[in-house]
């Protein structure tokens, strides 16, 4: 029986307005996304690089949402991160001469390395990359070695929106014109947003012509009738839409209280020379009256800051790589004997599968070699017998696949998302519902209209997606730049309040309109119609 082994990975990204005042306003949410270039998507291509120069067949899936594609494809985004690498290879050999660098060989060796890294990442971006992205993980999509899964238009929770099934359906359509957009192909896939799902999405996926989602493992196990073959196996809902449900421990095996990301010789993502110099030492890489955000340049690893001796303390690369050889070791020996036992259990199955499904975002976050990581588990799988696949490939049988009514779940909180109605953000949830009430009414009031009227609406049915991002629920919730999120949440709340007003009084600014229209500068195919409800 073939054992196989899934790897999806999840990107998330807010919109960040980049222009003018607010590229100086937004610059530590502007540093969070080119970080994630420099530590996740250019990382990820250089890896699949590796892999076809050495000709081998290693496939994975990867979900790139549409707000993250219009940012990488921005001219003006792709010009500020050449400049932000420019400023931290400034700075690397400012403290390269520093005196008090100098004295210390631990922080020598690793601003070095943060050094090298920088001047390597501006090369690969400009050069083999062309300063395209996107391009490239197409490419690889086109060449076989990635799947690329579809999603919403913005990371919208389902599971708040189940009684608006037009906000849902709009969502889910912007997602596909952006992904034929930015791909141009049609996806097999659909990613539900924080796997939330709930009883009817299914419908919606399937009209827009998706073959399959996948699911948080308890909507498969606590459902009334599971399938006989667990999370071991696809099923399919009604309407023949096919599901893949995630592994559940994984979450613990690598960010639990022992979890491989807490090992002491990883590098200490929150301990950095942004917050640990003074502010005049800083001036070529952040203003003097700007909030202190991350360089890059982290000297020290994950040992406790109360230990004794202080020279344990700094992080070492090669400790590092060693460490992540062994988790990754262990990680496949727990996976193969993990598919062992399935496939004793399920003896008439003609294969099993694991689906490890992984949110960039905490990735980085919470662990720096975590693509390292990623990248040895991939390389060895088949040294312990486990089969690299997508889950594209694995539906040649969906018709005769088990039915089942899936759980009302998703992979937040305990199961239901509750963190994102906690006392600290749940005020959010009233405004952002109204207006989606509004807009759906808008879209049936304003069936045919053009001009200045289709600009006001489109603009209005932007911001109200902007707005229903779960992310800056997160942010609050998390104290991760919460004030941020609060402003952006209230701007899109009341920028779509304006257009609705406007409509209303039948008076709008025009001056007012094209400046917003540049501020939020995505989704150039919208068409408000998609709010429309439908028969």
């Known amino acids: 029986m073939k054992k196989n082994l899934v790897f999806i990975l999840k990107a998330s990204q807010d919109y960040v307005r980049y222009n003018g005042q607010d590229a100086e306003k937004n610059v530590a949410q502007l540093n969070e996304l080119f970080e994630s270039i420099s530590d996740l998507y250019i990382p990820l ?29 921005k001219e003006e985004i792709q010009e500020q991160y050449i400049q932000w690498l420019e400023k931290r290879i400034i700075f690397g ?7 008090d660098a100098k004295e210390n060989e631990a922080i020598i060796r690793n601003v070095k390395e943060a050094l090298d890294k920088n001047i390597k990442l501006k090369v690969d971006f400009e050069e083999k990359y062309q300063k395209n992205l996107v391009k490239a993980f197409a490419d690889f999509q086109q060449k076989g070695y990635i799947e690329l899964l579809a ?20 969502q889910v359509e912007t997602g596909l014109l952006a992904y034929r957009n930015f791909f141009g192909d049609f996806p097999y896939g659909f990613w539900l947003p924080d796997l939330a799902y709930f009883n009817g999405v299914e419908k919606i996926i399937k009209a827009y012509g998706y073959s399959y989602t996948i699911l948080d493992s308890r909507s498969v196990l606590l459902t009334d009738a ?16 096919e599901i893949f449900a995630t592994n559940p421990e994984l979450n613990d095996i690598l960010f639990g209280e022992n979890g ?23 001036s070529s890489i952040m203003n003097p009256d700007s909030v202190r955000f991350s360089t890059g340049y982290k000297c ?24 992540v050889k062994k988790d990754a070791e262990d990680f496949l020996v727990q996976k193969s004997e993990y598919l062992k036992k399935a496939e004793a259990l399920l003896p008439e199955s003609d294969y099993v599968l694991s689906i490890c499904s992984l949110e960039l975002t905490k990735i980085k976050k919470n662990w720096h070699e975590a693509i390292t990581w990623i990248e040895e588990i991939l390389r060895r799988a088949e040294e312990y017998n ?18 089942i009514t899936p759980y009302c779940s998703s992979s937040l909180g305990n199961g239901y998302g509750e963190n994102l109605l906690s006392s600290k953000n749940c005020w959010m949830m009233r405004y952002v519902h109204k207006a989606s009430e509004r807009m759906t009414d808008l879209a049936d009031r304003f069936p045919n209209d053009t001009g200045l009227k289709t600009r006001l ?22 104290e991760e730049y919460p004030e941020y999120a609060e402003q952006r949440f209230t701007e899109s709340i009341a920028s779509f309040t304006a257009v609705f007003d406007s409509l209303g009084s039948n008076i709008v600014s025009t001056e007012w309109l094209t400046s917003l229209e540049l501020k939020d500068d995505l989704f150039p195919w919208m068409n408000y119609r998609i709010f429309s409800k439908k028969q």
């Open 260 to 282: 491989y990301s807490t090992n002491e010789l990883y590098r200490n993502e929150n301990q950095d020379l942004g917050f640990e110099l003074p502010m005049e030492q800083l």
């Open 151 to 170: 999603t919403t238009g913005t990371d919208i929770f389902m599971l708040h929106y189940s009684d608006m099934p037009e906000v849902v359906s709009a």
């Open 457 to 478: 609406l489109n603009l209005g049915a932007k911001e109200l997606m902007i707005a229903q991002s779960s992310g800056l629920a997160k942010m609050i919730e998390d």
């Open 300 to 323: 020290w690893n994950k040992v406790s800051t109360s230990s004794a001796d202080n020279n344990i303390k700094y992080y070492d690369s090669k400790a590092a790589l060693a460490q």
């Open 93 to 99: 050999n400012e403290q390269l001469e520093s005196t």
């Open 386 to 403: 486990l089969s690299l696949t997508t889950c594209k490939q694995l539906q040649e049988k969906q018709s005769s696949l088990e039915k």
């Open 226 to 241: 599971p399938s006989t073959k667990g999370i071991f196996y696809p099923a399919r809902t009604d309407n023949s839409l």
């Open 45 to 73: 291509l250089n890896m699949l690089h590796g892999f076809e120069s050495e000709s081998l067949p290693i496939k994975f899936g990867l979900v790139l949402p549409p707000v993250l594609c219009t940012l990488l494809s």
